[in-house]
């Protein structure tokens, strides 16, 4: 049974910054492809980064800000989040098995198991 615990959300001002975690059971960091995605109050949930064993992927709204990363000791994924905007207010979500995909004809990505979620404000 994969488990995934995500820790660190909060409320934080706009520039500002936060660092998520998500704790993995039953599935290894290191081995499989993990991923970070976010939903904001009536919108669909959208990738925001992925870590594989050679690389790292994000949406374009969050490159250069974020960064994505992995301590395989402790099976933890992070993601640390700097020049924080009030766009980026959402629930954020801990991933694992996050692969490519397509949805009307957009590409993005998919994931078999999900955290349930940290809440991320950022006030102006």
């Known amino acids: 049974q994969v488990q995934l615990v995500e820790s660190g959300g909060g409320l934080v001002q706009a520039g500002g910054s936060l660092r998520l975690s998500c704790a993995a059971s039953g599935r290894s960091v290191g081995t499989n492809v993990m991923g970070w995605f976010r939903q904001a109050p009536g919108k669909e949930r959208d990738f925001v980064a992925r870590i594989s064993w050679s690389s790292t992927n994000y949406a374009d709204s969050v490159k250069g800000r974020f960064t994505i990363s992995r301590d395989n000791a402790k099976n933890t994924v992070y993601l640390q989040m700097n020049s924080l905007k009030p766009e980026d207010t959402a629930i954020y979500y801990c991933?694992?098995?996050?692969?490519?995909?397509?949805?009307?004809?957009?590409?993005?990505?998919?994931?078999?198991?999900w955290g349930q979620g940290t809440q991320v404000t950022v006030s102006s």
């Open positions: 991933a694992a098995n996050v692969v490519p995909t397509a949805v009307g004809g957009r590409s993005t990505y998919s994931a078999a198991y």
